[in-house]
């Protein structure tokens, strides 16, 4: 995790491959309950985003960890992004259905989010985690052949959380594009990278720009999905 972490620090994004969440084969691959499937079963219980356009599924919810350990989960203050930020759909407080326990009990989803945790905690450059909002975002990109699937804002920005991860969970064969590009100002890119395989994962802070290329299915006929889930930090007073 520590190079996972300087990079992070010295380039302002880290890119983790999933292998590095190996544990998670025993957590998915134990036999007694197929949780990956049960993870990517959630997808199909999202709904469609009524803020944006971009034909994205998502459900959303807050959570905090208590002294023991334990995560809990709820709508603990509300979610908006500012216009700063996102000019597209900022400073308008949006309400999701928050995620259903058989989600957040889901071994593999409370793996990351403590990994994560840590990982925001060791990198120590926004504060504690008691001053942080915490958040997870299921999202899934649902593209058709002549109807692509994109983010809101599409084109480079900062998120207004501190810090993001970004998990792949499944990417389907047909998808087109789903290319994250990360930049040190909007007229320059430096890095283009793709997440593949489960668990790919890609971290940002506020020190570079950001943007996923839409999605879009190969095939006339078939629909392409790529499903994500993200984890935000973000600091309450910052
Ligand atoms: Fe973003």
């Avoid at 960890?65 to 509300?78: A, K, M, V």
């Avoid at 299915?217 to 984890?231: P, Q």
């Amino acid at each position: 995790m520590t190079d996972y972490i300087k990079h992070l620090t010295s380039e302002g994004y880290s890119y983790i491959p999933g292998e590095y969440y190996k544990a998670l084969d025993k957590i998915y691959g134990s036999g007694e309950r197929d949780y990956l499937q049960e993870l990517k079963n959630g997808y199909n219980n999202l709904i469609l985003d009524p803020y944006s356009l971009g034909n994205r599924w998502r459900g959303y919810a807050q959570f905090r960890r208590l002294e023991d350990g334990t995560l809990i989960f709820g709508h603990f203050t509300p979610y908006k992004q500012t216009k700063k930020y996102n000019p597209d759909t900022g400073d308008i407080i949006r309400n999701y259905p928050l995620l259903p326990n058989s989600i957040t009990e889901n071994a593999i989803l409370q793996y990351l989010l403590n990994d994560d945790i840590i990982f925001v905690e060791k990198y120590g450059k926004i504060g504690n985690l008691e001053d942080l909002t915490l958040g997870i975002h299921l999202f899934r990109y649902q593209a058709k052949f002549d109807s692509p699937a994109y983010s809101s804002p599409v084109w480079l920005h900062k998120d207004d959380e501190d810090v993001v991860f970004v998990h792949l969970i499944n990417a389907s064969s047909n998808m087109l594009g789903g290319d994250s590009i990360i930049a040190s100002t909007p007229a320059k890119i430096e890095r283009v990278l793709r997440l593949e395989k489960p668990f790919d994962t890609l971290v940002v802070n506020h020190d570079k720009y950001h943007a996923v290329t839409p999605v879009g299915c190969s095939i006339n006929g078939e629909i392409a999905i790529r499903d994500i889930i993200l984890v935000t930090f973000h600091k309450i007073n910052g």
